[in-house]
């Protein structure tokens, strides 16, 4: 997983009340990633309070934000935030720009006017599973940013058994990589048949392709890998492979909440069961509950029922 597409750098308290700067207010928008940012001011693409925006500008709240494609008032938040799961295929690229062309996941969203969607994270080439986007500068940067440390779980099928001291390691002392150690928070052997075997883990970093990287250090190359969870939000048990879900209302104020970010909407009174669900029909909750690790609030899960495609983006595979 790659999460560099969006700046998620913090900038310093002192700086608040100076203002921020104009790349960075429009990359938290969902406009584009801070350095496609720089190179929209320096091309004349921005404008601020109907003047040409200039490289390191920086704006303040009620200052009006206009480019070729929308316009922003600083400092107010977009209430009509969306927010989409994707259960991704393998064989599906997590960009829109691709040399070799290769099918993009992208190409499987609802068409939006005037926003766009931002992928929260990354899964590569050959991982499926759980992809979360929004419309959200704002929420995206609160899922993915590392301070935050919000949890993903993966089921992970390897070549090979785990021994004890590999676990141990994985656990406790961490295992070393080339950008740096990584620790596992969570392991659970699932079992398996044959050479192959199955494990969940859990960890609460999105550092490119780590998952893979960690067990191809331990001698356990893996033939499968699928994210099931990420945060309080699990892939649906009936959300097939290629297919889209568009959370509701209350499940965006409930993610919102989590996060910490203000809705000014109250919490659904029952678990979320899709809009479109009939009712002599079973409410059904996610595979698990969410870890039990460090949460901002300590909210429910949300998930969805694959059968309540609002989007119709979604094809089956």
């Known amino acids: 997983m790659n999460e560099q597409d969006i700046d998620l750098d913090i900038e310093p308290q002192h700086e608040v009340a100076q203002g921020e700067k104009l790349q960075k207010v429009l990359a938290q928008a969902g406009f584009g990633s801070r350095r496609a940012m720089e190179e929209w001011i320096a091309g004349g693409r921005v404008s601020v309070n109907g003047e040409p925006a200039t490289l390191g500008m920086r704006v303040v709240p009620g200052d009006l934000v206009?480019?070729?494609r929308r316009t922003i008032r600083v400092g107010e938040r977009d209430h009509t935030a969306r927010v989409l799961l994707y259960h991704k295929p393998e064989g599906e690229i997590v960009?829109?720009?691709?040399?070799?062309?290769?099918?993009?996941?992208?190409?499987?969203?609802?068409?939006?006017?005037?926003?766009?969607?931002i992928a929260v994270g990354?899964?590569?080439?050959?991982?499926?599973?759980?992809?979360?986007?929004?419309?959200?500068?704002?929420?995206?940067?609160?899922?993915?940013?590392?301070r935050f440390e919000v949890e993903r779980e993966y089921a992970v099928r390897v070549q090979g058994r785990m021994t004890d001291e590999q676990i141990t390691k994985v656990l406790k002392e961490g295992v070393e990589l080339e950008d740096g150690p990584v620790t596992f928070e969570r392991l659970e052997d699932q079992g398996g048949?044959?050479?192959?075997?199955?494990?969940?883990?859990?960890?609460?970093?999105?550092?490119?392709?780590?998952?893979?990287?960690?067990?191809?250090?331990?001698?356990?190359?893996?033939s499968r890998l699928i994210r099931v969870r990420f945060g309080l939000i699990n892939l649906p048990p009936r959300l097939k492979r290629g297919m889209t879900a568009e959370l509701g209302e209350g499940e965006i104020a409930q993610v919102l909440e989590w996060v910490g970010?203000?809705?000014?909407?109250?919490?659904?009174?029952?678990?979320?069961?899709?809009?479109?669900?009939?009712?002599?029909e079973p409410r059904r909750r996610a595979v698990r509950p969410a870890g039990k690790g460090p949460r901002p609030d300590g909210s429910r899960n949300v998930s969805r029922?694959?059968?309540?495609?609002?989007?119709?983006?979604?094809?089956?595979?």
């Open 193 to 222: 048949e044959g050479f192959n075997h199955w494990y969940k883990v859990m960890l609460k970093e999105g550092r490119n392709r780590i998952v893979r990287r960690t067990f191809d250090a331990l001698g356990l190359p893996v």
């Open 305 to 317: 029922s694959g059968n309540g495609n609002r989007s119709g983006g979604g094809r089956k595979r």
């Open 66 to 68: 206009k480019t070729e």
């Open 261 to 280: 970010i203000d809705a000014n909407e109250p919490e659904p009174s029952v678990p979320f069961a899709p809009s479109e669900q009939k009712a002599s």
């Open 95 to 117: 960009s829109r720009d691709d040399p070799e062309k290769r099918a993009s996941v992208f190409d499987k969203l609802p068409k939006l006017r005037g926003q766009k969607w």
């Open 122 to 146: 990354r899964l590569d080439f050959n991982t499926s599973g759980l992809l979360i986007f929004t419309t959200s500068g704002e929420l995206a940067n609160r899922l993915m940013h590392p």
